[in-house]
């Protein structure tokens, strides 16, 4: 018995990727295979971190069984992550594998089992692990009433993006303002191996924010000169939820002539969770000090 549907993939963001370039960053894109048919993210530049943000439909997609066994039991969604380089094919960064919620025609999309909540999948690169997708997964059967009666794709609208569709509303995370800082470095003597025209810094929380400190000095003299100074802070709009934050990547770098430079060593603070400073409550000082 053949069974219409479509299938949505809500691929949010990618955290702790495989670092593919020399830079020790990657251009990473998602591509996700159902069945016979496949699509790709959109590649996001410099990161291992990306927050792709998008929504991929999967229009008349046929399967054969019967409708309690496609409810229970659907087929697998493979997610597979590559690398774009500028020159040749992509490189594979590493593979998961995941589940769709099944919605039948005569079910109604409502709580609890609807809208689907994003969930963290452990990616792998052969044997070992390769980072976490965050992402969900919905298949809605096409009833008799055509695609009319699916549930509708409840915004946010993007028009600089085109026809990429951001993750809907009740599914992607609700975001608040941070700011990000980072200060009181200390480098050992990881600079101090060689000769170095000029050490840099970077932080990098999600995609796109970073912020950087430089020192002008060769040697054990450019490591002295980063120690106990700040990077600064940088604005970022993180999920409220503290376990979806992404986390907070730091690259060593050394500048040389012409604009070239050279990884010397990163690290990843996989969760910030401990440093989130909350402000005190006015209101309840207030009550405090008035009794």
Same mark, same amino acid.
């Given at each position: ?6 299938? =949505? ?6 955290? /702790? ?5 020399? /830079? ?32 991929l439909v999967f229009d008349n997609v046929e ?17 597979? !992550?590559?690398?774009?380089?500028t020159v040749g094919k992509a490189d594979f ?31 792998? $690169?052969? @044997? ?9 997964? #919905? ?9 009319? %009666?699916?549930?509708?794709? %409840?915004?946010?609208?993007?028009? %600089? $993006?085109g026809p990429i569709l951001p993750v809907p509303?009740? !599914?992607?995370?609700?975001? /608040? =303002? ?5 200060? @009181?470095?200390?480098? #050992? =003597? ?29 040697? @054990?003299?450019?490591?002295? /000169? ?10 970022? %709009?993180?999920?409220?939820? #503290? ?6 990547? !730091? ?8 604009? =070239? ?31």
């Open positions: 018995e053949k069974q219409v549907f479509q299938l =949505r993939a809500h691929m949010y963001q990618a955290r /702790s990727l495989f670092a593919a370039d020399s /830079s020790g960053l990657s251009d990473p894109f998602a591509r996700v295979f159902f069945i016979s048919q496949s699509q790709c993210t959109e590649v996001l530049n410099e990161t291992l971190c990306p927050t792709w943000d998008q929504l399967l054969y069984g019967e409708a309690h066994e496609m409810r229970d039991d659907p087929p697998i969604i493979v997610i597979e !992550i590559y690398d774009q380089d960064m590493g593979r998961t594998f995941a589940k769709p919620v099944v919605k039948m025609s005569d079910e109604q999309y409502c709580p609890p089992r609807f809208p689907p909540q994003l969930e963290y999948y452990q990616i792998y $690169r052969g @044997n070992a692990t390769a980072g976490d997708l965050l992402a969900a997964f #919905e298949l809605l059967q096409i009833g008799p009433g055509g695609k009319s %009666d699916l549930p509708p794709i %409840d915004g946010p609208t993007d028009m %600089d $993006r509303l009740g !599914i992607r995370p609700v975001l /608040s =303002r941070y700011r990000v800082e980072v200060t @009181n470095v200390h480098l #050992e =003597r990881c600079l101090g191996q060689e000769s170095i025209s000029k050490g840099s810094m970077e932080g990098q929380e999600g995609t796109g924010s970073q912020g950087a400190v430089h020192g002008g000095q060769t040697g @054990n003299q450019a490591a002295a /000169s980063l120690k106990n100074q700040g990077i600064g802070s940088f604005l970022a %709009d993180l999920p409220e939820n #503290e376990l979806l934050h992404p986390p907070l990547n !730091i690259r060593v770098v050394d500048c040389r002539a012409f604009g =070239r430079y050279t990884l010397v060593g990163s690290h990843t603070v996989s969760s910030l969770r401990k440093f989130i400073y909350r402000p005190p409550d006015k209101k309840a000082q207030h009550w405090n000090m008035a009794g």
